[in-house]
């Protein structure tokens, strides 16, 4: 049997990994055919292998809806993540803007917006989910809708007006809409 895999997460994620009466934890471990070993006095999980795996890449997506329940996303949402079109992505505002929380607070503000409409907006236009928590901001989607909100959450933390991320939305949904259509037209 192979090694598993180790996953910390905020410890105030817990419960929510854990579920009600372990509903997420068994789901988790049903769907992925793993065996999770939480740790709740230090948020570590340990995801294992059962004899019933026949996908190793099942020990990946385990661990991905893991991290995307401990970066804030519901269990429904990180469960999107069981499918291949979907990946998880974590930007650390950290690496970006150092460990300023004043700057934290004013980042996570740009891209949450006045009552959550710029992260609406971004969500509603690429059809990605974002978390934003702690010093981090997740995004769960297909890939190339992924690298539309991380492209305009990079603006947002850049300084970027928010109306020209706004456009940036609107043109780049227009060419992904694009692109899809062109998949469906048949060749001749």
């Known amino acids: 049997m192979s090694q598993g895999l180790r996953v910390r997460i905020p410890m105030e ?6 579920g009600p009466k372990g509903s997420v934890k068994r789901q988790i471990e049903r769907y992925c055919k ?3 070993l939480i740790d709740s006095e230090s948020g570590e999980v ?4 059962t ?3 026949d996908d190793p890449s099942m020990l990946l997506k385990a661990q991905s809806i893991v991290l995307a329940i401990g970066r804030g996303f519901s269990p429904e949402k990180a469960l999107k993540l069981l499918d291949d079109e979907y990946l998880l992505e974590i930007i650390d505002l950290r690496s970006m803007l150092g460990h300023s929380r004043k700057n934290l607070i004013r980042v996570k503000g740009r891209i949450i917006g006045e009552k959550g409409r710029t992260r ?3 969500e ?5 989910d974002i978390s934003i928590y702690g010093h981090t901001v997740a995004i769960i989607g297909r890939h190339d809708e992924v690298a539309i909100a991380r492209e305009a959450v990079h603006k947002l933390i850049s300084g970027s007006e928010h109306s020209t991320v706004y456009r940036m939305l609107g043109r ?3 060419e992904l809409k694009r692109e899809r259509l062109k998949l469906w037209e ?3």
Not at 13 to 18: H, P
Not at 46 to 49: D, G, T
């Open 34 to 36: 793993v065996k999770l």
């Open 46 to 49: 340990e995801i294992l292998p």
């Open 51 to 53: 004899p019933k795996m």
């Open 124 to 128: 509603e236009t690429t059809g990605v």
């Open 186 to 188: 048949p060749t001749i």
């Open 13 to 18: 994620r817990v419960g929510v990994l854990i």
């Open 120 to 122: 609406r907006i971004i």
């Open 172 to 174: 780049r949904r227009h």
